[in-house]
């Protein structure tokens, strides 16, 4: 039996369809949407909190997101190791659960930032990134105002001390600088995982980047990891 | 009942990009003396108890848990008497 996917739904979500189309159609997963007033995962072997605008990023991107009833269940999930994937807004979701360590500001030029960008890959032995064939950097696209990832020094010393730091913005060839970085995070953050190793966020939507009508399934090698880690 | 005021800062630690766009506003407005803007919120509610200990308890739980996020807000407010 193929193991299955949950994506929640707040209300706000937009990147929700996405990610059930990437998994579903291209993926060939089973995936099930869970409405964030639900308690049951219904057996979900991955939780993906997607992209969007989960109650209107009132407050701060994520705060009310993160007491929806869906998702103490999340964080008890979690805390027993079963992977959860947090794209973009749920990202900010996982962040505010406390679930991953630091927060997220407005992005440093104040724009909204939506365009293709690359990230090199700097832990490939996760759950989430193990089947990526290649040592070039990702293209995938980001869609934005609030990806300027924020911790302090103690937590970026055990974030790069554990190899918990996954994705980095970079340029094409795997160069870093503040022109690659669309958003000013700290270290160039684009990702990162828990100690554990069961919890990711990232910024940047491999979900968008998956079918090949697209032109580029670089999206395709994260979700590949995740159904070869629990198939 | 008590009237709450909470003020929400950002740590001065944590860059504030916002204020630093807004600051340009003000030199463009030819305010050159004005420095250091930065932003934060301001909410206010009331907390149905008569009791000063537990009002307080309450709005700190809300602050900690939601209102701000201790990781790089800091928070304060002010409790008053109201009808």
Redesign the interface.
């Known amino acids: 039996m193929k193991s299955k996917f949950g994506v929640v739904v707040f209300p706000g979500s937009n990147c929700d369809h996405d990610a059930y189309y990437s998994l579903k159609k291209i993926m060939k997963a089973d995936v099930t949407f869970l409405w964030h007033k639900d308690r049951d995962l219904q057996d979900s072997k991955v939780i993906i909190l997607p992209g969007g605008f989960a109650y209107g990023d009132y ?2 991107c994520g ?2 997101a993160r ?1 929806s009833p869906i998702m103490n269940s999340v964080i008890e999930f979690a805390n027993k190791g079963g992977i959860v994937f947090g794209i973009c807004n749920g990202f900010q979701v996982l962040l ?1 659960a406390g679930l991953l360590p ?2 997220m ?6 724009q909204f930032a939506g365009k293709d960008i690359y990230v090199s890959v700097k832990n490939k032995n996760t759950i989430f990134t193990k089947e990526i064939n290649t040592d070039q950097p990702l293209k995938i696209p980001v869609a934005h105002g609030e990806g ?1 990832y ?3 020094d103690d937590t970026l010393k055990s974030l790069q001390d554990n190899n918990q730091i996954v994705f980095q913005y970079s340029s094409k060839d795997g160069k870093f600088g503040d022109e690659f970085n669309p958003n ?1 995070s700290i270290l160039d953050i684009a990702g990162i995982i828990n100690k554990n190793g069961n919890v990711l966020g990232m910024m940047p939507h491999p979900e968008r980047v998956c079918d090949p009508v697209l032109r580029n399934t670089d999206g395709q090698m994260i979700f590949g990891s995740i159904l070869s880690s629990v198939n | 009942m008590f009237k709450a005021k909470v003020l929400i800062k950002r740590r001065p630690s944590i860059l504030d990009p916002q204020g630093k766009a807004v600051e340009k506003g003000a030199f463009h407005l030819g305010l050159t003396n004005i420095k250091d803007t930065r932003i934060g919120k301001y909410i206010e509610f009331t907390v149905d108890t008569t009791d000063r200990e537990s009002a307080e308890k309450e709005v700190n739980e809300y602050c900690n848990k939601l209102l701000a996020n201790p990781i790089m807000e800091d928070y304060e407010f002010t409790l008053e008497n109201a009808k």
């Open positions: 407050l701060r705060a009310i007491f505010e630091g927060v500001i407005r992005n440093k030029s104040l300027n924020f911790a302090d000013g």
